[in-house]
């Protein structure tokens, strides 16, 4: 079983901490792109976990940076 | 009375054994033979029983009593067959006899014939000292049908008869649990306590069952009163402390626990216990001598071996925690939590290889909750030279 594979499994309401970590894992291998899509999904439905995954995972863009980088 | 009874079986036990030994050959009269064959079913040495058995239907063919003994032998090692024909023999002569209807029924008990059973055991009145078993049985039968409203009335009606056959109470009390109301087994418990103040066994289930129903202090109550009925009663003790550690009352808890483990030895459930309350209050080394005391006692308790290592991990100190913690892995390999902070005690030490087959385990596991996926994540994140892990991991090219 692989890692993506599983995440599929996961319920709806994990959805959200899923893409953050998505995000972290694109921001990893450099497909900044993907991770972009990913963080936004994220933060569009579940803005309070923006500041927890980002202290867990340092790859992720401070908040300002990224709202720089997209208009909402 | 009943020394001069054991006296008497004392006697005839040490006579056939010495006969046995010996090889030499001595009388007994029947209910000698009766008495041996007896003593050595209840303390399980079945080989003896039928060998004393033998001995006695050679010299008493006719006994209906060592007939009946010889039944019960063979039903003992599942001999059915031979067990059936003896037992048609004495109900031709004697149907009416509680005693051959009750092997009667527990042959056919064990052909799963439980109906039939049932019919057989309902011919034992009420003025037979035998009733009493009867309708025990009765209530088993109805218990491998099922039927546990049925087995519960008859459990009931024998409970009646002998107030303190626990047996027969704890039957009577996984009838209501297996049907299921919990209003009903309280409301029985309370009738039955008003009639046995001091049953602790009555005590403790109502306590279990007002925990059960997050009624916790009515549960300390229950559990106190099993004590007032019997103080050394350690089951009623530990469940105070269980439900006191759940009222976060750490400090009560131990000191229930600390009783328990003083009326009779050590128990690892118990130390295990102290640790954890010690650990909740910040006593962690307490905690520690606890988990050590734990696994001196139970050297297969891997919680008290993953409590030691992550003792340790919490120490910094990598290389002892990680020892105690193959210790747990090793009883229990499927614990995603223990593989968890093996993976972190081999990044700690710089393991990268560990490390790697610590998160294999743990997706070859496949039990992943949300927490693990994180935890996954920033491990394979945060180790250095782990390109193909990553890919292989997430499947990206």
Redesign the interface.
Known sequence: ???????DL?PKS?EN??NY?LS??YF??HDKESAITHLKKAYFYKPSKYDYFKE??P?IPKLQVFKKMHTF | MEEEFEEFQNQSIFKFESMLKTNSFLFFDSNEFEEIIVYYLEIGNASLAKKAVSLALKQYPKSTILSLLHIEILLLNNELIEAEKIAENIYEIDPYNPDIIIQKAKILSKKKNHLKAIDFLEQINENSDLYFDAISLIGKEYLFLDDFHKAKKMFIRCLEQNNFDYSILNNILYCFDAIGDSQSTVSYLNDFLELNPYCEIAWHQLGKQYAKDKMYEEALSAFDFAIISDDSFIGAYIEMAKILEKLNRINEAIEKYEISIGINQPTSFALFRIGRCHNKLGNHDIALSYFVQTAEEDPIHDKAWMSIALHYFNKKNYTESKANLIKALEIDSEKIKYWELYTKINIQLELFEEVEIGIKEI??L?K?D?NT??F???T??KIPHNENL?I?????N
């Open positions: 079983m692989r890692l993506l594979k599983s995440i996961f994990a901490e899923i970590l972290a894992i990893r291998i867990l995972f790859l | 997706l070859s496949g992943l949300i996926l994180i996954l994540t920033q394979l994140i990553f292989e991991t997430f499947e990206i």
